[in-house]
């Protein structure tokens, strides 16, 4: 019998999942990468014996990655050194507030009784909350798409339908649990892990800060990228053909039904089915189609300014991960998705893996990735006189918030723009995660996992269902590849 063959389009962490679980089925995979290495955003720069990951600096529900890796027959602890990040982040506020997020309740409950003894209750209400919700979604919405005929079993699970707080508006939820301004701006945090504002997302996205209280965060030892290194060496072991800096241009489909793909050099490739894994919005490009433009600008996801900072000295006071708030959050929110600029006074996040990881930096060094939301503009000049304005903004906020001055100490440091990743990761405007989740529509009803018009065409990854998110995109891959396996391709 002839072999099935699949192409899957970009080779992030959702494609490489994908084509992972179509060899597993047997299926000859080919993942065509427009970039000069495999990971999409999960991907890592290195200069002068210091190591970055330009993309996600922790992950959460490990068990979903070790579900992979059986896929495929093999174990994930086989592959990667998995860490428990204790404790999770440093918080600090322009007020001199300051404290550290702590894995444990009992510390965590201790810390909250310290900022507003009323936000005790708040918070075991509010973890309720997003126990209900993530109850509710692990058996319908991170299970199946929601295009997708509900089984019995997902309409059992509307019994963990919050009745309170779930369906209305997140800021809103978030003071109605807690008193603490400061924990009030923690927890608003949250959306921005999906790109989105805490003042327009629905409340249902609870459920994120529940699912890292629950499940912790961790790292790979060397750095995220080793996970797709570990990919990437599992697929060639399953003969699947990773092709980098080959951009699709064009995706063949004939009578309703996809036939291949047209690589920017002229060559062609044959398949049954092909899989998006870019941004959801580019395909009716793909497919010659004339209609709007991806993505409208009010609609997407933050993109983020980040400098790579390569230190020469050791900052022991300093976790893993840190947070310095602005002095105004809701205005630093108008300024980025009203305004559509980049903020006056921006929350700064420093993740410093050399911390726990002293592989990732020469000795006595640091690694510094410095993050702050920035608006995804098409078309924005990200020149070196924006950069540089971008990053006094950024500086003064850490100086601000008692961060050590920087003088003299740094070895070199790497801008990556909005606009750097829109053209490296073809995003509109370089938002990260597509869409932003404001409103039901637009959290819930994200890009389908399989074309409703074009037989073989289907989507993965955080721009398609559930979103984005290290985990979720996982759950993506696992829900187009049951599709797939559904779809009688014979």
Known sequence: ?????????????????????????????????????????????????????????????????????????????????????????????????????????????????NLDRRDIDGFW????????????SRETFLARSPYEKPE????????????????????????AHFHSPHLQQLYNRYPTYVGSSPYRA?????????????FGGWYFKGGLYTLVRALTALLSTHNVEVLTSSQVVHIIERSGKV??????????LAADIVAMNGDASAVPQLLGRSGPSPIPQKDRSLSGLVFLVGLNKKLPDLQHHNVFFSSNYSREFSQLFDEQRFPDDPTVYVNIPSRTDPTVAPPNGETLFIMANAPAVEGAQWDGTATEQAWTNVYDRLLSSGFPRLEGLIAFREAWTPARFAERYAMPGGAIYGMASHGWKSAFFRPANRDRSIRGLYYVGGSSHPGGGTPMVLLSAKITSRMIAGDGYA
């Open 152 to 175: 019995f079993g997902q309409l059992r699970a509307l019994r963990h339908l919050p009745v309170r707080y779930g369906w209305g508006n997140y800021n809103r939820t978030i003071e």
């Open 259 to 268: 036939e291949g793909v047209q690589l920017s050099g002229g060559r062609t």
């Open 1 to 113: 019998m002839k072999q099935r063959r699949a192409i899957v389009i970009g080779a992030g962490l959702g494609g490489l999942a994908l084509s992972l679980r179509l060899a597993a089925q047997g299926w000859q995979v080919t993942v065509c990468e427009q970039g000069p290495t495999p990971g999409g955003k999960m991907n890592v720069f290195e200069k002068d014996g210091y190591r970055f990951d330009t993309g996600p600096s922790l992950v959460t529900m490990p068990e979903i990655f070790e579900e992979l890796f059986a896929v495929a027959g093999s174990r994930l602890a086989d592959h990667v050194s998995l860490e428990r990040i204790a404790p999770h982040a440093n918080y600090i506020y322009p007020d001199g507030t300051k404290f550290v997020h702590s894995t444990s309740l009992p510390d965590w409950l201790s810390t909250v009784r």
């Open 202 to 214: 629905p409340a249902t996205l609870a459920v994120i800060p529940y699912i890292e209280h629950a």
């Open 125 to 136: 209400r509010f973890l309720g909350l997003g126990a209900r919700l993530y109850e509710l």
